[in-house]
Structures are given as structure tokens and as C-alpha cells.
């Protein structure tokens, strides 16, 4: 299996353990020291997490504004000349609301010692605002 190929199945394990809301697994596959940045997120939120425990009380608390988000792996490309890929993936989700979630992500993935050690999303703040707000 090529380096690209382990990276490619850490993040669609990733994806897969977000749907399923499984805080162990996610673990598994985050570094201690993991750095999510989110460069758009809304008001509010933090713009980065700097840990993986801090990490997982993001996810915990995002996790109760939905009655389920599936997270959906569309592709994944190598960043030449470093142990890391960016991938496209998506949300099929619903808010507690009723209201559907379309988020559409690229997220670029660093690794090191097969976890992720940085995580950078890029998503459309637009879809929360809609998705979120007072109708």
C-alpha cells in the first residue's frame, strides 16, 4: 500500500468515526498534540483547537446541534513532498431543527507516526448561518 493510500484510509476512518459519533476512534487517529483550524468559523467560534482533548469538547458540544451528521469522503490528493493530503468530503446532516446541513469541506491533513497531528478546514460559513439561525 503506498504512503497515500494509509493517509487516505486514516482520514476516511476519521470521517467514518464523526458520523458515528465515536469519541475513542477519533482518538485513535488524532494526535495528542493536534491543530484543527477552521480559518471561517462563525462568530463565536474558535478559529483553531490546539489539542486533541480540546478537539474532542468541540466535537462533543458541534455534535449536540444535530440529530445526525454523516460525513462523506468525495476524494483525497497527496501534497507532494509531505506526509499529508487534502480532501474534499461533505455533510449530509440535520440540524436539532429539522433543517438539512449541505456543508461542503476541503480539509488538508498532516500526519505523522500514522495520526493526524494538523487539520485545516475550509468550509462555507454561509451554510451555518442558514442552517443555524432564528427563522
Known sequence: MSPNHGRRAI???????????????QCELLADDLVLETPFAPPG?????NS?????????????AFNRKVMVLDGCDEL???DALVAQYHADAETRAG????QRYVGFFWFADGKVTRWRE???????????SPQ
Open 11 to 25: 482520514v476516511a476512518a476519521l470521517m467514518d468515526a464523526i458520523s458515528d459519533r465515536n469519541y475513542e476512534v
Open 45 to 49: 467560534a474558535p478559529e483553531a483547537v
Open 52 to 64: 486533541r482533548a480540546e478537539y474532542l469538547d468541540a466535537m462533543r458540544g458541534a455534535d449536540r
Open 80 to 82: 507532494a513532498g509531505q
Open 99 to 102: 433543517r438539512p446541513f449541505p
Open 122 to 132: 475550509f468550509y462555507n460559513p454561509l451554510v451555518i448561518q442558514q442552517a443555524f
